[in-house]
């Protein structure tokens, strides 16, 4: 494992998922689990996250398309918190909303609007 990577990554994570989110995840994760939190700390988030020529915010759009796209949606949910961690206004999620349903389905743009609408409302963002 390279450390910096990971250390870098953890940071990462923690920036766009939460303090909170994420130390739970460490702290609940065992024999089974715990190499894959290294895997997605070095590589997910040290690696591809903490790839700069990307910034935060826009690799958070992304995120949200693919994932709707791929119909992960208490993945989805959980990016959508990150995406708006990092930038990401209601103006802007709109119009991801409508990519959404063009390229993956109306179904898919239903379900994300809808998850989109409870996690703005939890922010106070209604």
Not at 12 to 29: D, F, I, M, N, P
Not at 71 to 82: A, C, D, F, Q
Not at 111 to 117: L, T
Request: hydrophobic share 40%; glycine share 8%.
């Amino acid at each position: 494992m390279d450390k910096a990577l990971w250390d870098k990554g953890l940071a990462a994570r923690k920036s766009t998922l939460g303090a909170e989110y994420v130390e739970k995840s460490l702290s609940t994760a065992d024999d089974f689990n715990a190499e894959f939190q290294d895997m997605l700390n070095e590589f997910c988030w040290g690696k591809i996250w903490g790839d700069d020529r990307i910034p935060p915010k826009t690799r958070s759009m992304m995120n949200l398309t693919m994932l709707a796209a791929l119909g992960r949606m208490h993945e989805w949910e959980l990016h959508l918190n990150g995406a708006l961690n990092n930038g990401v206004t209601k103006e802007e999620l709109k119009a991801i909303l409508h990519q959404i349903a063009i390229y993956s389905g109306f179904p898919a743009g239903v379900e994300c609007f809808r998850i989109a609408r409870k996690v703005l409302q939890e922010r106070g963002m209604k």
